[in-house]
């Protein structure tokens, strides 16, 4: 079934503004663009990661799963260097960054942006202005630029309805696709994902999926989607990091993922991972 945009474009196509606009993420000479080697965490003496390794490749999408605070957001949050490992290394495009301060933090954070749960959106500016803030921040765009690409992006994750409304107006499912838009404006190579699909109607989460797909298949972008929603990762996933007890019990294909006959993972795929309703058509 092939979708449409409300403007009449067909789904699968990202508007060519937009693709002239948002420029393809950087390359890099070779290796992974993130990698964890052998990172521990733990709180108050209670381990959370321990020895947890895992890579992902330009372009890829990674999907991070296992049950509720087994340390998948954690995980993230020590990418974006909001949390900081006890030991092991963290890669991102080749540099080590567990020991960057913030100023070398900032840097990466441009490189690799999250979309969080609730939105974090700036509640005094209207969805246009939330989204077209790193457009302001990176400099050299003349206003008209900056509001066709905003309002575009906003179209794009179809919230084109409420471009001037504020953020506590907006349902959750909306603040997360505001989210999206003005996470992909900052122009990222890596995308962070946690929970995109959680309290958000099915189609809504479908449109996210979809939206993360067009993202990789026609900009290149790298992403890591932490989700409990097993057909939202199906969809979406090249390679699965599968938590269990604070290790990763599985990182690789997610075809071997799926046909894993490690008990955990059989656990995990017929009691937790697909106890979501099916959304509409997926
Ligand atoms: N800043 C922190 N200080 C202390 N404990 C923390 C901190 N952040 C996370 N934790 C603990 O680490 C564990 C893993 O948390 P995390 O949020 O990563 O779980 P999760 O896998 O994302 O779970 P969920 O699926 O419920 O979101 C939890 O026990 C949590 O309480
Ligand atoms: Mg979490």
């Known amino acids: 079934m092939t979708e449409t945009l409300p403007n009449g474009e067909p789904e699968d196509a990202l508007p060519h503004e937009l693709t002239e606009a948002i420029e393809k993420p950087s390359e890099v000479e070779h290796g992974p663009i993130i990698s964890f080697e052998h990172v521990n965490i733990a709180f108050g003496g209670r ?62 954070r441009k490189r690799v942006t999250m979309v969080f749960q609730n939105g974090a959106l700036f509640d005094s500016l209207s969805v246009r202005e939330n989204v077209a803030f790193p457009l302001r921040e990176r400099g050299g765009l003349a206003e008209d630029q900056i509001e066709q690409i905003a309002d575009r992006l906003i179209e794009m994750v179809g919230a084109d309805d409420v471009v001037e409304s504020l953020p506590a107006s907006l349902s959750t499912g909306r603040k997360r696709a505001v989210a999206i838009a003005r996470a ?80 955990n993972i059989q656990q995990f795929l017929t009691l937790d991972a697909y106890e979501l309703p099916l959304s509409p058509g997926g």
Do not use: W
Not at 69 to 92: A, E, P, Q
Not at 201 to 221: E, S, T, V, Y
Not at 223 to 249: C, K, N, P, Y
């Open 184 to 263: 992909l404006a900052a122009q990222p190579d890596v995308v962070l994902y946690d929970e995109p699909t959680t309290m958000v109607d099915p189609l809504i989460a479908k449109r996210l999926g979809n939206l993360i797909q067009r993202l990789k298949k026609q900009l290149g972008f790298t992403s890591i989607v932490v989700t409990h929603d097993m057909r939202f990762a199906e969809r979406l996933a090249d390679t699965v990091l599968f938590l269990h007890q604070g290790r990763a019990a599985y990182f690789g294909p997610l075809q071997g993922f799926i046909t894993s006959g490690d008990i």
């Open 47 to 108: 381990p959370v990661l321990e020895d947890v390794s895992f890579t992902v490749d330009r372009g890829q999408t990674l999907c991070i799963l296992g049950r509720s605070g087994v340390g998948k957001s954690v995980t993230l949050r020590l990418l974006m260097g909001f949390l900081k490992s006890d030991s092991g290394s963290i890669h991102v495009e080749n540099k080590e960054i567990t020991e960057l301060d913030e100023e070398g933090m900032r840097e990466i």
